[in-house]
């Protein structure tokens, strides 16, 4: 039987256009295809999870906005009125907050699953972020997110998260899971000015020389990760698991995926990393997966915009696909061998 990769490049190849004219369509056509192992691949109610937890090391001044501002966005979420509200609205995409650990009893909601591990991690400045049974905790509830939390036959899945201080765990797990200096992996986050920044680096440069030694990711994810980080990574690979597609979002998303692929390689094969980030580790990291974003917007908003964003440009590539005619169909004259 002919490879399904091979099947997909001619049927691209024979549309009425030049060969490659479609650009990065084509290349997200043969992967969606290949990943359903069909010729006439679908996207079936596309969901964004957007994973949300609050961080000890906020308390320690890395960001440019106060820990509060995590359950605030998370109601405003609720309420409808954030950026990731508007693009989910405009794409018809479903949407779900899950609270894996927001310091904030919030009351019921439809939009609202109820993950909440703990109300933040403890600051990794001092002791780990969280015990073994937490992060086990969280990857069961990464896992239930997929297996409960998603409309049915849906099989497409963008990630995002909101929790102030989170650049810096992803900064972090970035530095000791690439081996990468520090200073390569810190950003401004929401807005720091250069002494802010300067500042940020020097509180993970502490934090990274407390906890030396750890490698394994598992262990580098308990000792620097979030909560949402840490969900999030586990329903990514329950979602691989079920042969979906991941949309990843920016900088925090695509550092709990790092975690994955450290676990899982052959997750990246799944994966469609929607944009590239404005903060600055992004490029770094996509580098270092081999990964080429879809779109470079110079968005750093997180909460899964980018993913948002980036969906219709998906169903362009499985439409012209599924419903371009080839040369012979539309009796058009193919360029000579």
């Known amino acids: ?151 049915e036959r849906c099989n497409v899945i963008g990630f995002g998260e909101m929790g102030i201080g989170n650049t810096s765990s992803a900064a972090l797990l970035m530095s000791a899971l690439c081996d990468l200096p520090l200073k390569d992996c810190v950003g401004r986050g929401t807005g720091l000015n250069d002494s802010q920044l300067a500042r940020k680096v020097e509180i993970l440069t502490r934090a990274k020389e407390k906890h030396v030694g750890i490698t394994l990711p598992k262990e580098v994810l308990q000792t620097f990760g979030g909560f949402e980080i840490a969900q999030m990574c586990g329903a990514m690979l329950h979602a691989y698991e079920k042969n979906m597609l991941l949309i990843i979002d920016g900088f925090i998303a695509t550092s709990a995926f790092l975690v994955a692929t450290k676990m899982k390689p052959e997750i990246q094969q799944n994966a469609i990393f929607s944009h590239l980030s404005d903060e600055f580790a992004h490029a770094k990291l996509l580098a270092y997966l081999e990964a080429t974003p879809v779109l470079q917007l110079n968005m750093r908003l997180g909460e899964g915009t980018g993913c948002a964003v980036a969906f219709p440009i998906l169903k362009s590539a499985v439409n012209f696909l599924n419903e371009m005619t080839s040369f012979e169909d539309a009796g058009v004259t193919n360029k000579e061998e």
Do not use: W
Not at 22 to 30: M, N
């Open 1 to 151: 039987m002919t490879d399904i990769r091979v099947q997909l490049q001619q049927k691209i190849d024979l549309k009425t256009k030049p060969l490659g004219a479609l650009g990065i369509l084509e290349k997200l056509a043969l992967q969606i295809g290949t990943v359903q192992n069909t010729l006439q691949p679908s996207l079936y109610a596309p969901t964004i999870f957007v994973f949300a937890a609050d961080h000890g090391i906020a308390q320690s001044g890395v960001s440019a906005y106060p820990p509060e501002v995590t359950f605030q966005m998370v109601m405003n979420f609720l309420n409808g009125g954030a950026a990731i509200n508007i693009f989910s609205r405009q794409n018809e995409i479903n949407l779900k907050i899950i609270d894996a650990g927001v310091n904030y009893d919030f009351p019921s909601h439809p939009l609202l699953i109820d993950y909440k591990i703990a109300k933040g991690t403890n600051n990794f400045l001092q002791t780990v972020a969280m015990s073994n049974a937490q992060l086990d905790e969280c990857f069961q509830k990464g896992r239930a997110a997929i297996e409960e939390q998603i409309p």
